[in-house]
């Protein structure tokens, strides 16, 4: 886990998100330059051992450029459109820059709603394990022509916060146009001072946050900030720095000065229990009685068949789900370890029965202490 600067030498695994206003222009549209200066910058990290994700926006700005869509505020299907004809840009692109170092790219392109599915994050993360394994750079974005309002990514920052929890990153470095979080924003307040390590994310930051910089740029520094929360909570500590010059890079990862560094302060366990609880979305609920509700709550059990009254929702195993207690109130969620079906013909019946019954017996628990998380309210209760 990366805890200070000197600790980024020890960063193996990488998310860099790359924001549009380094990557695109109303005059040149792509910056085929910036792409290969960028590339062969990561390629040295990759060349010497680092798995690296990158993390790209600008398909929207490309298409904008392509169709000369510049002046005015697109509708959401206008941008949708705009990033259908500048995602292969973008791609081609980043293809070109790699192999001149012969190295290939795979693109991904994902939606939150892809993310919050256990079976599709787990494609993700199988996905992203087989291209690293093979020497692939895996090049991600959002699918913008498939999501609408609701399941959209507020901007690209928020994808590399969750892409590094999918990939189980060390670290989520977000370049931009700026070379780290000011005080103020730098682009309206010219005495404003760069903060170089953020150990825990608060108010005070979020209120140093301004606009967007640049006419490509979506987010400005509140949604780097949100992503960097999103990261850090999740164990990635993360760091916003300039795409702007080259060796940027390489300063951060050598530990020197360079950037803002959010530190995360939490340890693997932490960061799965966070993704079940902020990240997923629960598929269905079990109705749990008094002594099961008592054993979760008060002695971290884990959930046994015995304890199950009655069932909603339709889930597969592995899925989430949330414990509801005799009250009605929602104690837990956690990952179940049997499809609604199976769990239907095993609740109320002890675990040794349930060989008899299925004519299996992956788990003797419903759901695994290891896999399930109190609510905020519990927790609180606890405190
Ligand atoms: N407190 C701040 N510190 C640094 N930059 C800030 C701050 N507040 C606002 N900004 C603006 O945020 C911009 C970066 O966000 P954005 O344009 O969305 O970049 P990207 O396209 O790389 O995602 C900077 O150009 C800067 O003008
Ligand atoms: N998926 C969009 C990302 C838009 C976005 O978040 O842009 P940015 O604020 O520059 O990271 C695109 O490729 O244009």
Not at 209 to 221: C, E, L, N, Q, R
Not at 328 to 337: D, P, Q
Not at 352 to 357: A, D, F, R, T, Y
Request: charged share 25%; hydrophobic share 40%.
């Amino acid at each position: 886990m990366i805890r200070s600067r000197s600790d980024l030498k020890r960063a193996r695994r990488v998310v860099v998100k790359i924001g549009s206003s380094l990557l695109a222009d109303a005059e040149h549209g792509i910056r085929q330059d910036v792409i290969d200066h960028l590339v062969d910058e990561l390629e040295e990290f990759i060349a010497a051992g680092m798995q690296l994700v990158v993390v790209t926006s600008g398909a929207v700005a490309l298409g904008r450029v392509q169709m000369g869509w510049l002046e005015r505020t697109l509708s959401v299907h206008e941008k949708q459109a705009a990033a259908a004809i500048g995602q292969p840009k973008l791609m081609d692109a980043y293809g070109r820059a790699f192999a001149r170092h012969e190295r290939t790219v795979a693109q991904m392109l994902l939606t939150k709603d892809d993310l919050r599915h256990r079976r599709r994050y787990l494609n993700a993360s199988n996905t992203s394990e087989t291209l690293f394994s093979a020497g692939v750079v895996p090049i991600v974005n959002e699918n913008d022509t498939v999501v609408v309002a609701e399941i959209k990514f507020g901007d690209n920052d928020s994808l590399g916060a969750l892409v590094s929890l999918v990939v189980d990153a060390d670290l989520l470095v977000m370049l931009t146009d700026v070379d780290g979080l000011y005080d103020k924003n730098p682009a309206t307040h010219p005495d404003a001072q760069r903060v170089g390590v953020v150990g825990h994310l608060g108010e005070e930051h979020a209120a140093m946050a301004g606009d967007v910089g640049s006419s490509f740029g979506t987010g400005g520094m509140a949604s780097k900030l949100s992503a960097a929360r999103v990261a850090t909570t999740g164990g990635v500590t993360a760091a916003i720095i300039s795409g702007k010059e080259n060796g940027r890079l390489s300063r951060l990862l050598a530990g020197e000065d360079e950037g803002t560094l959010f530190l995360c302060g939490v340890d693997r366990q932490t960061r799965r229990k966070h993704w079940i609880m902020e990240i997923l979305s629960p598929r269905g609920e079990i109705h749990v009685d008094a002594g099961a509700a008592r054993a979760i709550v008060a002695q971290g059990s884990s959930l046994l068949p015995v304890g199950v009254k009655d069932i909603n929702g339709i889930f597969d195993k592995g899925d989430c789900v949330e414990i509801v207690d005799p009250d009605g109130a929602v104690i837990a969620r956690g990952l179940c370890n049997y499809a609604v079906d199976e769990l239907r013909r095993i609740m109320g019946h002890c675990s040794s029965e349930i060989e008899s019954i299925l004519g299996f017996r992956d788990f003797s628990s419903v759901i695994h202490r290891d896999n399930l998380v109190l609510s905020r309210e519990e927790l609180e209760r606890a405190e």
